[in-house]
T-cell receptor, first 113, second 110 residues
Framework: SAVISQKPSRDICQRGTSLTIQCQVD?????MFWYRQQPGQSLTLIAT?????????ESGFVIDKFPISRPNLTFSTLTVSNMSPEDSSIYLC??????????FGQGTRLTVV | DAKTTQPPSMDCAEGRAANLPCNHS???????VYWYRQIHSQGPQYIIH???NNETNEMASLIITEDRKSSTLILPHATLRDTAVYYC???????????FGQGTRLTINP
């Protein structure tokens, strides 16, 4: 199993600003995943973060809007840049589906006003 | 990954068995069926997965049809804490991505 800590758990931000979300895992993992869950919707994968290389983004998500860092095997950050109200969502960090079981953080609930 | 189809919502009485169906008619031979659930305001939680045979663990049972085109997640004695959105996902073992559909919102009623 893996324990994932996300910070902050929630935030209210002004439009046009940026927020960096942190994800800390209690064990070393090769890949970390960032998801977005818009209000009332399912989870959508934003990108896969590999240590030592650039993140791989899914269709519809770009690095300029969602820059990701992966400085080591236990930590990653996702930045939501130049925010608008449409970015109001829950952002989740995940590890481990390759083993059959994925583990998720509790999420960061972002409200943009 | 194959697409799955689930009913958008279901209700079940507390103490009864909750049977959640999932159709995955285009599943490939090397794709597993996974179930996750998301309790309100929490991250998704792994429940169970299987390839061909029925599986059981401390949380649930998974029944996969012989042709593998559909499956059923069974919560044998549902409690109020089982109220959640349940996601059925098919993926190749070892594949890193999880692709979530809309899931089934299960409500357990007292």
């Amino acid at each position: 199993s893996a324990v994932i800590s996300q910070k902050p758990s929630r935030d209210i931000c002004q439009r046009g600003t940026s927020l960096t979300i942190q994800c800390q895992v209690d064990s070393q993992v090769t890949m970390m995943f960032w998801y977005r869950q818009q209000p009332g919707q399912s989870l959508t994968l934003i990108a896969t973060a590999n240590q030592g290389s650039e993140a791989t983004y899914e269709s519809g998500f770009v690095i300029d809007k969602f820059p990701i860092s992966r400085p080591n095997l236990t930590f990653s950050t996702l930045t939501v840049s130049n925010m608008s109200p449409e970015d109001s969502s829950i952002y989740l960090c995940s590890v481990g589906p390759g083993t059959g079981k994925a583990f998720f953080g509790q999420g960061t609930r972002l409200t943009v006003v | 990954d194959a697409k799955t189809t689930q009913p958008p919502s279901m209700d079940c009485a507390e103490g009864r068995a909750a049977n959640l169906p999932c159709n995955h008619s285009t599943i490939s031979g090397n794709e597993y069926v996974y179930w996750y659930r998301q309790i309100h305001s929490q991250g998704p939680q792994y429940i169970i997965h299987g390839l061909k045979n029925n599986e059981t663990n401390e949380m649930a049972s998974l029944i996969i049809t012989e042709d593998r085109k559909s499956s059923t997640l069974i919560l044998p004695h549902a409690t109020l804490r089982d109220t959640a959105v349940y996601y059925c996902i098919v993926r190749v073992e070892g594949a890193q991505k999880l692709v979530f559909g809309q899931g089934t919102r299960l409500t357990i009623n007292p």
